[in-house]
């Protein structure tokens, strides 16, 4: 699984799942981190009051990377 991070809002999305709805289009591409490591991710959300995009995190789609 991938993640993108967005450090202007803070927010973590999937990549598989992301789209227009999750608003990080309007963050510039620097503000913006592609990840693989699920344990940055969880230490960003616990450390640093990152958050999960509500649109696309918990998507149980079957799309398959
Ligand atoms: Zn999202």
Redesign the pocket.
Known sequence: MKY?I?HNTQ????TA???D????NETPLEQREVSQDTYYVDTLIKTKNYA??????HSTSFVLE
Request: proline share 0%.
């Open positions: 993108l967005d927010l973590i999305h999937k799942y992301a789209g709805v999750c608003g990080f999960v995009c509500e649109y696309c995190y």
